[in-house]
């Protein structure tokens, strides 16, 4: 076969070669002459047709524009039409088309061999299609072979218009031109393939053996070759699919080239002045291209292979993780020549990787208890922290159902709900009470998750937990703290009324009554200013405590705050229990006190109120009780008293009484009455005393017995006494300056200004700021200043006086102070109080004991109260010279008492 195919080598393939050579030469240059020729004529005679179509239209816009009508797409194609007539072997007619440059973008008119159906569109500057209109308006002139819209291949000829900046193109399809070529061709191809099959007929027949084996051979190597097409395209499937892409470097002559798959990876494209090894350095990443550059020099410098992870940044700025491996190819002297790389994309390996790697430092560093169990409940895996809170290693509970740390606090039932919802929505939560490897049972919080195992195809189970013992402590003691009073550990207002509000709906469904008791300790605050609020706290503990034994268990105690205890006495029959229980207080609360050595006596006040009488809210008995418990104050204290609706409307008045005096004193609706103070022989004006008054604007006048005493309370008493003291010396002023003698101004003064500290600076601030003379202001005090002031209100009683300020006892002989305190307080008068000068008549040892002791200490003596010419006179025999009452006059308001103001003395 092999010299067969040898002497068919050396005679038929040179025959036949010959015979085909000549015949494709001699056929090609036939074809090519006639294909230029007629190539060339179209040329030339498309290129005259654009440029006369170019004048025309010049022309015919130049007409155009004389007449005002100025678009340069108005165009009449009779002479485009007429002009076409005269090509021949153009087939279909050219289309001419008007471009005019907007922008980035081409404006063009396609004109059809029918102007009616022209219409306007618009390309990219850059685009493919665009090349002879981009030629046109560049001002060129030519015809070159382009791609329309619909691309196809087509003849073009352009022609610009400069005068109005438009170009114009003709084209005709090449395949137009080239149809009358295919016969010509077909022709000459046919009487070709003839010649060459009665050659190959001869040679056959003569050579037959030769070329069945050679057309065996062909067959051959073509089926190789068909094969080897297939397994590349297989390779270069499984390369893209494995996002791999291949690259080759040669070091000798820096040649570099990668694969279509690289390319595509990474997106690489190569830029003029850049050869493709910078192109593809520059895809690695920055931070790691100096490393990758390394790893290559030294691979090829030592002959070794080098495998690297490493980032790079595609084309579109897409940061990857790859895995790049080289291989150094050997030249046949044994020296590194060239090397193959491969560039694997392993970002989402990568970065399951890390994933799994955070979730292993979670699951290890989790502050909670993780286990994990297979489908059967057994435990497969833990953390340390479940190893931590429980006590148990791994080891000792690997394989075991989780119930092995059962505390067995809860029944079948809620496990049986626990897997109910498990099964159901794969989760549950809640809380558990478990039992440590100590034995201690905890609380803890669960979660449960129910995951499919993907490699098993069972389910597993996830419980993450955390020990709630502190919580639940916390929980307690916030518990204790929000419902509990910290000193005595009772139970505070809070926790008292939530327990009453239920005990008062058992009591109106059970239609029986309850009893509550107020009560406050008397002399308490005795207790707290002698020995000191360390002691105060223990009394108060030491009460919390009798007062639990005095009660029932079932009975409610609760500590209000300061020194103020509430109960509440369940079921009672009869008002006369409530007040039994009250009276076993008192007498547990009456015995002794040993706080820290001292020896203690209290006593308390009790008010009590009465469910369904007196309230059926918890507020509303409180209150009446309390309004009760200052009804045993008012009493004498340390009693107890029940509630009545009189209590209840002075509770409401006092409240209203409360609320509106702090706006009174802003709102002007205090003003001040004056009562003369007469000499009795003359009848002379010799003083006034200034009474405040109060005008309420929807109660009218309120009397000072209901509010005196509870701005004393309030301490509203202070700022109220500054603005009487301001108000009585300026109108005194004001009557002296008018040439009016109103006396000395006489002006109470409560022990609260003394306690507060600055009664001295108001004195001396007021007569500075109204210009009063001090001679002219005289203070009227109560006893109850020197019960609780003694020695501090003594000094300031000398500084006023140092002023010129007189001092008296207001209500002298109705308190229990010491009469030695007589003899340090550096007074100028004493008041008798009314109540002796009422009586005076009947027994007047009182009235002439206070007389004689003021005249002993050399003091001014005047009473208050006459009524009668009867008490003037007695009082007038008995030493007392001035009277102020109701004898001579009643408190006056300015208008009224500036008449006797001028007559300057009252006659009766």
């Keep these: 076969m092999n010299r067969a195919r040898q002497g068919f080598n050396r005679r038929a393939l040179g025959l036949v070669g010959i015979m085909v050579l000549v015949t494709l030469i001699t056929n090609f240059i036939a074809i090519y002459i006639h294909f230029n020729a007629v190539l060339e004529g179209q040329q030339t005679r498309l290129r005259e047709w654009a440029q006369m179509q170019a004048y025309l239209l010049e022309a015919r816009i130049g007409l155009q524009q004389a007449n005002r009508k100025l678009s340069p797409f108005l165009f009449s ?46 390309l990219p500057w850059q685009s493919e299609f665009a090349l002879p209109l981009r030629l046109a308006l560049q001002a060129k002139s030519g015809v070159v072979r382009s791609i329309n819209v619909k691309r196809q291949s087509v003849l073009a000829a352009y022609e610009p218009i400069q005068a109005l900046e438009v170009g114009l193109v003709a084209q005709i399809e090449l395949r137009e031109i080239y149809r009358p070529l295919i016969g010509y061709a077909l022709k000459l191809i046919a009487v070709s393939l003839f010649f060459i099959l009665l050659g190959a007929r001869f040679c056959f027949v003569w050579f037959n053996p030769v070329l069945h084996a050679l057309a065996q ?13 297939f397994q590349e395209k297989k390779l270069s499937r499984v390369l893209t699919l494995a996002n791999m892409g291949s690259w080759e470097w040669r070091r000798e002559d820096s040649f570099f080239s990668f694969s279509k798959e690289l390319q595509e990876l990474l997106g690489l494209t190569v830029q003029e002045r850049q050869s493709p090894y910078e192109a593809f350095l520059a895809c690695i990443h920055p931070e790691d291209r100096d490393q990758f550059q390394f790893a290559l020099d030294q691979a090829m410098s030592n002959g070794m292979n080098f495998s690297l992870d490493h980032r790079v940044v595609t084309a579109f700025g897409k940061a990857l993780y790859v895995h790049s491996t080289g291989e150094v190819v050997w030249d046949a002297e044994g020296v590194p020549s060239k090397m193959l790389g491969i560039m694997q994309d392993i970002t989402e390996s990568k970065s399951a990787t890390q994933r799994i790697q955070l979730l292993a430092t979670v699951f290890e560093n989790a502050q909670e208890g993780v286990v994990i169990t297979d489908h059967q409940n057994h435990i497969i895996e833990v953390n340390p922290s479940f190893e931590k809170i429980t006590g148990f290693t791994f080891a000792e509970v690997k394989g075991h159902n989780p119930k092995r740390l059962s505390s067995g606090r809860h029944k079948k039932p809620f496990y049986q709900a626990m897997w109910a919802s498990i099964q159901e929505t794969s989760t549950w939560s809640g809380e558990v009470w478990d039992r440590k490897k100590s034995g201690d049972i905890y609380p803890k919080h669960l979660n449960i998750t129910a ?141 002794s006190f040993n706080l820290e050595g001292h020896l203690v006596y209290i006593n308390t006040s009790i008010g009590i109120s009465l469910y369904p009488q007196d309230g059926s809210e918890p507020g509303v008995l409180i209150k009446n009780a309390d309004s009760a418990m200052y009804l045993s104050k008012e009493k004498g204290k340390g009693i107890f008293s029940f509630f009545t609706q009189a209590l209840n409307e002075k509770a409401q008045k006092r409240i209203f009484l409360d609320s509106s005096l702090h706006q009174a004193l802003e709102q002007d609706q205090f003003f001040l009455q004056y009562q003369p103070q007469v000499e009795i022989a003359t009848g002379q004006i010799v003083g006034l005393e200034a009474l405040i008054r109060w005008r309420h604007p929807t109660r009218g006048l309120i009397s000072p017995v209901d509010f005196i005493a509870l701005a004393e309370e309030t301490g509203l008493i202070v700022p109220i006494g500054d603005w009487v003291l301001q108000e009585a010396c ?23 200004q003394f306690a507060r500290g600055d009664i001295l600076q108001s004195v001396t601030r007021t007569l500075k700021q109204t210009g009063l003379d001090p001679k002219q202001l005289k203070l009227e005090l109560t006893e109850s200043l020197f019960i609780k002031g003694t020695n501090h209100a003594i000094e300031i009683l000398h500084h006023i006086r140092d002023l010129g300020v007189g001092l008296s006892i207001d209500d002298f002989g109705t308190g229990f102070s010491s009469l030695s305190y007589l003899k340090n307080i550096p007074l100028t008068d004493l008041k008798v109080d009314q109540s002796f000068v009422k009586g005076l008549l009947q027994d007047s040892r009182i009235a002439e004991a206070i007389i004689s002791l003021a005249k002993s200490l050399h003091l001014s003596i005047i009473a208050e109260g006459a009524e009668e010419k009867a008490q003037v006179d007695f009082l007038n025999q008995l030493g007392c010279q001035r009277i102020q009452g109701y004898y001579y006059s009643k408190p006056l308001e300015e208008k009224d008492l500036l008449p006797l103001l001028r007559q300057g003395k009252i006659m009766v």
């Design 451 to 591: 995951f499919k195992n993907e490699i098993s195809g069972k389910t597993n189970y996830l419980g993450v937990f955390s020990d709630i013992s502190q919580q639940k402590e916390n929980e307690a003691k916030l518990a204790q703290m929000a419902y509990y009073d910290p000193l005595t550990n009772l139970p505070n207002r809070s926790f008292f009324i939530a327990d009453m509000i239920r005990e008062l709906q058992l009591a109106e469904r059970a239609q029986i009554s309850l009893a509550v008791l107020f009560l406050d300790l008397d002399r308490f605050k005795h207790v707290n200013d002698s020995f000191g609020h360390q002691v105060g706290d223990q009394l108060l503990i030491q009460v919390a405590a009798r007062l639990k034994e005095a009660l029932r268990e079932s009975d409610l105690i609760a500590r209000l705050g300061g020194d103020e205890f509430v109960v509440c006495l369940r079921n009672i029959e009869d008002p006369a229990d409530a007040g039994q229980v009250a009276q076993n207080i008192l007498q547990a609360l009456h015995r």
């Design 730 to 752: 300026a109108k005194t002023k004001q009557w002296q300056d008018a040439g009016l003698k109103p006396g000395v101004i006489s002006v109470n003064v409560s022990q609260k």
């Design 77 to 122: 194609f009779a002479q485009a039409q007429e002009s076409l007539a005269s090509v021949s072997g153009h087939g279909k007619s050219p289309t001419l088309i008007l471009a005019q440059k907007e922008g980035d973008s081409i404006r063009y008119l396609v004109i059809s061999p029918s102007p009616a159906k022209a219409e306007t569109r618009s």
């Design 217 to 229: 051979e062909v067959k051959d190597s073509k089926d190789k070759e068909e094969t080897s097409i």
